[in-house]
């Protein structure tokens, strides 16, 4: 039989479940309207094709999704799987951030964080774009939480405390682990996509990117800003080269390719792969997915090796 203190515990996570599905059904507008430069407040919710109003009942994440089968009342189109899935991903995102950090200060730290995470990435995915309009707040308000909750694995008070000579109080310590996060990865992204265009000629890297990283810098402080990098960078050159193989063996731009080899421009396939290497792969989803990654699964993983090596 269930105690009394289970059924509590119950109807929280069933709580913070629903309230991630809301937040998420938000960050569907903001995903959807911020890169358009309109605004995320009015109009209401609204079908893209036929421009009808979405009734309240028909606003409800997930389950409307479900019950109009997936198409809009009025003029039928399709809706996309993105709205069902991003509440989703939130909702279950928001149980796991509330598991690791109960009702504190941290908590509320953690779900914002989140929260500009997953829009972000499925920015970049859906238009390339990394808006300055969540990433600049995004920045502020990540050096305001990293003072109230210090980032963890902070190095911060190493260094202050051998240039002042005493310990400093934790907002001081916090906020300059936000600094350190946010500038390191902001410099080393600005620093290699120099880099990178001084030897191809072209651009490989958007400020964009640099801007998110130094944003994640100011939430996670400077050490796991590092594994964000590490971890961001090497699922995107692993999904990258994925991506690359799959344009290239669908067909990826091959009458681009086949006018090019009636001009005399060179060879079918080796054409047909410059194209495919040309794609603009999302770096911000990869180091997206990196952040979620270091703040959900590190902890545990790290907890994990602890444990084994006692």
Not at 94 to 118: D, E, H, N, P, R
Not at 150 to 169: H, I, M, S, W, Y
């Given at each position: 039989?269930?105690?009394?203190?289970d059924?509590?515990?119950?109807?929280?996570?069933?709580?913070?479940?629903?309230?991630?599905l809301?937040?998420?059904?938000?960050?569907?507008?903001?995903?959807?309207?911020?890169?358009?430069?309109?605004?995320?407040?009015?109009?209401?919710?609204?079908?893209?094709?036929?421009?009808?109003a979405?009734?309240p009942?028909?606003?409800?994440?997930?389950?409307?999704?479900?019950?109009?089968?997936g198409?809009?009342?009025?003029?039928?189109?399709?809706?996309?799987?993105?709205?069902?899935?991003i509440?989703?991903?939130?909702?279950?995102?928001?149980?796991?951030?509330?598991m690791?950090?109960g009702?504190?200060v941290?908590l509320?730290?953690?779900?914002?964080?989140?929260?500009?995470?997953?829009?972000?990435?499925?920015t970049?995915?859906?238009?390339?774009?990394l808006?300055d309009?969540?990433?600049?707040?995004?920045?502020?308000?990540g050096?305001v939480f990293?003072?109230?909750?210090?980032?963890?694995?902070?190095?911060?008070?190493?260094?202050?405390e051998?240039?002042?000579?005493?310990?400093?109080?934790?907002?001081?310590?916090?906020?300059?682990?936000?600094?350190?996060?946010?500038?390191f990865?902001?410099?080393?992204l600005?620093?290699?996509?120099?880099?990178?265009?001084?030897?191809?000629?072209?651009?490989?890297?958007?400020?964009?990117?640099?801007?998110?990283?130094?944003?994640?810098?100011?939430?996670?402080?400077?050490?796991?800003?590092?594994?964000?990098l590490?971890?961001?960078?090497?699922?995107?050159?692993?999904?990258?080269?994925w991506?690359i193989?799959?344009?290239?063996?669908?067909g990826?731009?091959?009458g681009?390719?086949?006018?090019?080899?009636?001009?005399?421009?060179?060879?079918?396939?080796?054409?047909?792969w410059t194209l495919?290497r040309?794609?603009?792969?999302?770096?911000?989803?990869?180091?997206?997915?990196?952040?979620?990654?270091v703040l959900?699964?590190?902890p545990?993983?790290?907890?994990?090796?602890?444990?084994?090596r006692?």
């Amino acid at each position: 039989m269930w105690q009394s203190e289970d059924v509590i515990n119950a109807f929280v996570y069933v709580f913070v479940f629903l309230f991630g599905l809301i937040i998420g059904s938000f960050l569907n507008v903001c995903i959807t309207r911020i890169p358009e430069e309109l605004s995320i407040v009015l109009p209401g919710s609204r079908c893209p094709r036929c421009g009808a109003a979405i009734h309240p009942l028909d606003n409800i994440p997930v389950l409307s999704w479900v019950m109009l089968g997936g198409k809009c009342r009025d003029c039928e189109e399709r809706i996309s799987v993105m709205y069902p899935a991003i509440e989703l991903l939130t909702g279950i995102l928001f149980v796991v951030c509330f598991m690791q950090f109960g009702l504190s200060v941290a908590l509320g730290k953690w779900l914002f964080y989140t929260a500009l995470i997953i829009v972000l990435s499925v920015t970049d995915l859906r238009t390339r774009l990394l808006p300055d309009a969540v990433t600049l707040p995004g920045l502020g308000m990540g050096l305001v939480f990293s003072a109230a909750v210090q980032p963890r694995n902070g190095v911060a008070f190493l260094l202050l405390e051998r240039l002042t000579r005493r310990a400093l109080p934790g907002p001081v310590v916090g906020l300059a682990e936000g600094l350190l996060g946010a500038g390191f990865a902001a410099l080393f992204l600005w620093g290699t996509g120099r880099a990178y265009r001084a030897w191809k000629g072209r651009e490989g890297m958007g400020l964009g990117d640099v801007k998110m990283m130094a944003m994640v810098g100011a939430f996670v402080g400077l050490r796991d800003t590092l594994t964000v990098l590490l971890l961001g960078t090497l699922l995107g050159s692993i999904g990258g080269i994925w991506v690359i193989v799959g344009l290239y063996a669908g067909g990826y731009k091959r009458g681009v390719a086949e006018r090019a080899v009636r001009r005399g421009m060179g060879a079918l396939n080796r054409l047909r792969w410059t194209l495919a290497r040309r794609y603009w792969i999302p770096l911000g989803t990869y180091l997206g997915v990196g952040a979620l990654l270091v703040l959900y699964l590190l902890p545990y993983l790290e907890t994990m090796w602890s444990a084994g090596r006692h």
